[in-house]
């Protein structure tokens, strides 16, 4: 087990709606302020979306994600790692675009499904037309990451010298990889995230991540990947994170998963939510790594 823990904070997200907490970053101006902040709290790895400055609506918009990057890495030595997974309505070479800016690491999702924050609707929040719109048409909305797109964002990757941390949300994306290294698209060693609680995926049940631990091991091969953990929801995500530092592994937490401090409390910052992770690994004698410590667990190509 690594001492230390790579602790990753996913800043804003691509999925949710202003309407759902004050504290979401939507401006360029927020996002960079919330993720130096965060940084300064212990995380080491930024997890970056981009929403339109006006009314909060995810976008990839590629003039806002060359203003964060480029005002992060003034600002922060934590690794930057912009999404390729985007959000609702965006094609995969809109998501891909952010890849020009040559980041170190990016998001690649291992496999589609039905992403569903439809419930969240029903909620008696002040949605405006266009997040009410959003959320119900994720009923018939499918994050598309087939094996062709898997395969364009690999190369796409690869030519601009970007390590993908790989997202998992279900079992069965395992067997995806394991098909994708047997047809060169994909080497190991990988860096997995294994994302749960997403409707429409697999639930952040502690048995559904030990089973998807011990599925990794088996079919990747227990040396061929780091791994962490994100869950989705106030006790998926702190359910994870408790588990992923007694396992051994890295967590994520931040305000694209999570929009609550304590089970009755709105969390006001991302940095508020790295405390917490921190504070649970001194628990469990684990240390936030820092960035240069997670090049090095990542291997990433500054390293
Ligand atoms: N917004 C999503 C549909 C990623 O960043 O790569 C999923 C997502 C994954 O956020
Ligand atoms: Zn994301």
Redesign the pocket.
């Given at each position: 087990m690594d001492d230390k823990v790579i602790i990753t904070c996913?800043l804003t997200?691509?999925?949710t709606v202003p309407a759902q907490s004050k504290a979401i970053p939507i401006t360029v101006e927020q996002i960079v302020e919330e993720g130096i902040r965060a940084a300064e709290a212990g995380a080491a790895v930024l997890?970056i979306?981009v929403r339109e400055e006006t009314t909060g609506r995810?976008v990839a918009d590629l003039d806002l994600f060359e203003r964060v990057l480029t005002e992060l890495s003034e600002h922060t030595d934590a690794v930057l790692q912009p999404?390729?997974?985007?959000?609702?309505g965006m094609t995969v070479q809109e998501r891909a675009g952010v890849l020009k800016f040559r980041p170190e690491m990016?998001?690649?999702?291992a496999g589609s499904f039905n992403?569903g924050l439809f419930p969240v609707a029903a909620r008696d929040l002040p949605f405006t037309d266009w997040e009410r719109e959003y959320l119900e048409g994720t009923t018939d909305y499918i994050?598309k990451n087939t094996f062709a797109d898997i395969a364009y964002l690999a190369q796409r990757m690869r030519e601009s010298g970007t390590r993908p941390e790989i997202?998992v949300y279900d079992v069965g994306q395992i067997f995806n990889l394991r098909q994708l290294v047997a047809d060169g698209v994909l080497e190991p060693p990988f860096n997995l995230q294994f994302?749960l609680g997403?409707l429409g995926a697999n639930a952040a049940e502690p048995d559904q991540l030990i089973h998807m631990l011990r599925t990794a091991e088996r079919v990747l091969g227990r040396e061929s990947f780091t791994w962490s953990a994100a869950g989705v929801g106030y006790r998926g995500e702190f359910g994870l994170v408790a588990m992923s530092l007694l396992l051994g592994g890295n967590v994520r937490v931040g305000l694209?998963d999570n929009l609550r401090l304590t089970r009755n409390e709105q969390a006001t910052s991302n940095a508020q939510l790295v405390c917490k992770a921190a504070d649970l690994a001194a628990l469990f004698d684990r240390e936030p790594a820092t960035p240069e410590e997670a090049r090095r667990q990542l291997r990433l190509a500054a390293t």
């Open positions: 996913a997200g691509g999925m997890h979306h995810p999404t390729t997974g985007g959000g609702r990016a998001t690649l999702n992403f994050f997202e994302v997403v694209e």
